[in-house]
Nanobody, 120 residues
C-alpha cells in the first residue's frame, strides 16, 4: 500500500507565496517521476511541473519563472515553491508519484489534493 499526502495549501493574496509539500510512504521500492498537477473549477486537470528521479524538471509554460519544483529522494518528498501568485493560480493542487512497489510492478498514485486560493 502506498500513500501520497499533500500539505501546504491555503489562502494567499496576489503576489504572495506558498510552499506545497507531498510525501509518499508505504511499500515503496523506488519512486520515478513525481509531479504537481492542478485543477481549477470547470477546467481539466493540468500539469504544473514534474521532476524525474534523476532531477530532470519540466514546467508548464504558464508557470515558468514563478514556480519551483524540487524533491528529497531520501524522504520520498516533492515540493512546489510558488511565488508571485496570481488569482488564476487558484485551483486544487494534486501530487502525482510513479512508484515501483516492494512487491514489483510500477503504479501511479495521486494525493487527495490541497486547495490553493489566491485573492486579488
Amino acid at each position: 500500500q502506498v500513500q501520497v499526502v499533500e500539505s501546504g495549501g491555503g489562502l494567499v493574496q496576489a503576489g504572495g507565496s506558498l510552499r506545497l509539500s507531498c510525501a509518499a510512504s508505504g511499500t515503496i521500492s523506488n519512486i520515478h517521476n513525481m509531479a504537481w498537477y492542478r485543477q481549477a473549477p470547470g477546467k481539466q486537470r493540468e500539469l504544473v511541473a514534474s521532476i524525474t528521479g534523476g532531477g530532470v524538471i519540466n514546467y508548464a509554460d504558464s508557470t515558468q519563472g514563478r514556480l519551483t519544483i524540487s524533491r528529497d529522494n531520501a524522504n520520498n518528498t516533492v515540493y512546489l515553491q510558488m511565488n508571485s501568485l496570481k488569482p488564476e493560480d487558484t485551483a486544487v493542487y494534486y501530487c502525482y508519484a510513479e512508484v515501483t512497489t516492494r512487491w514489483g510492478g510500477r503504479y501511479a498514485y495521486w494525493g487527495q489534493g490541497t486547495q490553493v486560493t489566491v485573492s486579488s
